[in-house]
């Protein structure tokens, strides 16, 4: 079947204007989340959906980050007013409820700030 | 805090030769998972191998197997007979039991020469 796909490839903005990335997990899915890896960094935690329960926004680095995921599918994730530091590899997995750590990674997002 | 750290940025082995690619992690947890994923030139992030912390038996996946040292807080990754098709990032990851997130490393950049 169909793995995690993620749109679009690669984006590139100014500074200060808005994005948005999207991300469709593999159907039937659950869980779903959203990691950002910066050059030369491991990934980092942004946010986590499950089902129709409250999101973990912990690793949201600033307000300006916030993420929706509508019907317990698709989700995309939006930057407001891009700054140069949010450049990176922006990455979403998704995961059957209940195996843990079986996260099925999508081939990311590079977004480019200028 | 949960911290992981992979300690070798670049490696660097012959084509059918082994490697062990090196992760310490630090945590107050006793229950948790580790993993090893690996991220092709593609972007995508492809899970290697997964060890559960209560388990003594170390996994093996083929020409993939761990040394996982719970004392040590520490888990390598062996490839064996390596082949071409094994240059890629690879990169270690924890989670705590019930967390919501993996947390990783910074990864190492592993090149086999033919």
């Known amino acids: 079947g169909a793995g995690v796909s993620q749109s679009p490839s690669n984006k590139v903005t100014e500074k200060g204007k808005d994005v948005e990335l999207r991300c469709d997990p593999i159907?039937?899915?659950?869980?779903l989340y959203w990691y950002r890896q910066s050059l030369g960094q491991g990934l980092e935690f942004l946010i986590y959906f499950q089902g129709n329960s409250a999101p973990d926004k912990s690793g949201l680095p600033s307000d300006r980050f916030s993420a929706e995921r509508t019907g317990g599918s698709v989700s995309t994730l939006t930057i407001q007013r891009t700054q140069q530091e949010d450049s990176a590899v922006y990455l979403c997995?998704?995961?059957?409820?209940?195996?843990?750590?079986?996260?099925?990674f999508g081939p990311g997002t590079r977004l480019t700030v200028t | 805090a949960q911290t992981v750290t992979q300690s070798q940025p670049e490696m660097s082995v012959q084509e059918a030769e082994t490697v062990t690619l090196s992760c310490t992690y630090d945590t107050s947890e006793n229950n948790y998972y580790l993993f090893w994923y690996k991220q092709p030139p593609s972007r995508q992030m492809i899970l290697v191998i997964r060890q559960e912390a209560y388990k003594q038996q170390n996994a093996t996946e083929n020409r993939f197997s761990v040394n996982f040292q719970k004392a040590a807080k520490s888990f390598s990754l062996k490839i064996s007979d390596s082949q071409l098709g094994d240059t890629a990032m690879y990169f270690c990851a924890f989670m705590p039991t019930g967390a919501n997130n993996l947390f990783f490393g910074t990864g190492t950049r592993l090149t086999v020469i033919p």
């Open positions: 997995a998704s995961s059957l409820t209940g195996i843990l750590g079986e996260q099925y």
């Open positions: 159907s039937g899915h659950t869980a």
